[in-house]
């Protein structure tokens, strides 16, 4: 059976932003920003795109169309009868572990978008929204019930296959997503007191940039926001065809998740600033403080409806590529039809990700070095497993690859930019993801 294949550039280019396009994108960039000097950690997070997230890119996707299969596959067509395929599989259990939790947050971003379009979010916000999330996420039923709905949508569009499931729901929901948070930055930015939210993003407080703890939080938030370490690249290079150019396609896609987060600081911060908002609000700022500046907007109830499904499409388009990553495993090892390896993978991941949806109601009391379950399963995944998966992709395909075939596969073929791009990935981008392994784990 002949392997599937994007129908075209722009279709590839789509889902793989729509994989990079997160809540991270919306939701932690506006409060990392806001608690790392603003403007000036704006300019130090582009850096790191283009010295890290972008060679990477290029590094999953080469190592993917090489491998033309599965994470796994990938590693194993380069080396094969080596361990370095246990590196493909940490990714593939990373990205899934990912995805039960963030199928629990993605189902608290659709409970508020159906509060917000059939009226109850408002109707409570006399008791405030810090109690009524809180209620929300205690209840021991609800939240459940929301983190089934988005992994059932998850599971119908992954189960339709790259072409008319995945490439077609992204060919809908990225231009959705792009033109909301457009049309949401462009009213924030008319409010009045808006100035001041602007000059937090665009006129950088340099002396922030005397704090370490600024560059470390861009270089995480630049290696988290794309998605490297997760397969996901690696599989969705598989579906490339050999005429395809890696580098440009790789540079729009991290355009392209740049242009989302900036933007939607545009439209969070002015407001933020227009009606006394601490930018620095941290998790909270989308759960709490947002619904209450909503209220208060003229227009508000349509442009909190409005948020609320840029971050419900945001989730779908990264829980998509999340599930394909561990399905397209499936379908080669266990020879599953892709329905087959959709369904039994949804439910097997959404059994997995209960205990995190049950963990601040029933569960409230299991708690692992202060944490609750899905803060843990967070901190495994994101400060452990990523990075080591990403350092390990960064060291295979900078020094286990042959550097002819590398730099071949990545469309550079001998250029001088090839030579950069080489050097990033052996040398610079290695050096970085130890800094975030240490970073996170409380060393530096």
């Known amino acids: 059976m002949a392997r599937e294949q994007w129908t075209s ?5 789509l889902a793989s932003t729509g994989a990079a396009v997160g809540i991270g994108n919306i939701w932690r960039f506006s409060y990392v920003a806001g608690q790392n ?3 000036a950690f704006l300019v130090v997070y582009i850096l790191c795109v ?6 990477l890119l290029i590094a999953e996707l080469a190592l993917g169309r090489r491998g033309q299969g599965d994470a796994v596959a990938a590693f194993a067509a380069v080396a094969p009868r080596s361990l370095w395929v246990m590196a ?3 990714g593939v259990l990373a990205a899934s572990l990912i995805l039960a939790y963030y199928a629990v947050i993605a189902g608290w971003v659709l409970k508020y978008l159906a509060g917000a379009l059939l009226g109850p979010l ?5 008791e405030g929204y810090d109690v009524f999330f809180a209620r929300f996420i205690a209840d021991p039923v609800e939240p459940i019930v929301w983190q089934l709905v988005t992994m059932a949508a998850t599971v119908v569009i992954v189960a339709a296959g790259v072409r008319r499931g995945i490439e077609r729901a992204n060919r809908v929901l990225m231009p959705m997503l792009a033109l909301i948070v457009l049309a949401l930055a462009v ?5 009045p007191g808006a100035a001041g939210g602007m000059r937090f993003l665009l006129a950088p407080d340099w002396s922030a940039l005397t704090s370490p703890v600024v560059y470390l939080a861009a270089l995480g938030q630049a290696f988290f926001s794309i998605g490297i370490g997760m397969a996901i690249f690696i599989t969705y290079g598989s579906y490339l065809s050999p005429v395809q150019r890696i580098p440009s396609a790789a540079a729009s896609i991290g355009l392209g998740d740049t242009l989302v987060a900036v933007l939607a600081g545009f439209a969070i911060f002015p407001a933020v600033f227009a009606f006394g908002i601490d930018p620095a609000a941290g998790p909270q700022l989308v759960f709490v403080t947002l619904p209450q500046i909503f209220l208060a907007m003229p227009f508000g109830r349509l442009l909190g409806s409005l948020f609320f499904l840029l971050l419900v499409a945001a989730a779908l388009t990264s829980m998509i590529s999340l599930l394909e990553v561990s399905v397209a495993l ?3 090892v266990l020879g599953l039809p892709r329905w087959s390896a959709a369904m039994a993978l949804g439910v097997l991941i959404f059994t997995v990700g209960i205990p995190a949806a049950a963990g601040f109601g029933p569960l409230v009391t299991l708690r692992w070095d202060g944490r609750g379950i899905l803060d843990s399963m967070d901190h495994v995944v994101s400060n452990i497993m990523l990075p080591v998966s990403g350092l390990l992709t960064a060291v295979f395909v900078g020094w286990q690859w042959s550097r002819t075939e590398a730099l071949a596969e990545a469309g550079f073929r001998g250029r001088w930019l090839g030579a950069v791009w080489l050097w990033l990935v052996r040398w610079v981008a290695p050096a970085l993801i130890l800094m975030i392994l240490l970073r996170s784990l409380g060393l530096i």
Do not use: D, E, H
């Open 50 to 55: 283009l010295i890290i997230g972008v060679p």
């Open 187 to 191: 009213y924030s930015l008319s409010l």
């Open 122 to 126: 408002w109707q409570t916000a006399g």
């Open 37 to 39: 000097g603003g403007g």
């Open 9 to 13: 550039r722009l279709g590839f280019i």
């Open 330 to 332: 499936a379908m080669r």
């Open 88 to 90: 493909g599989g940490l």
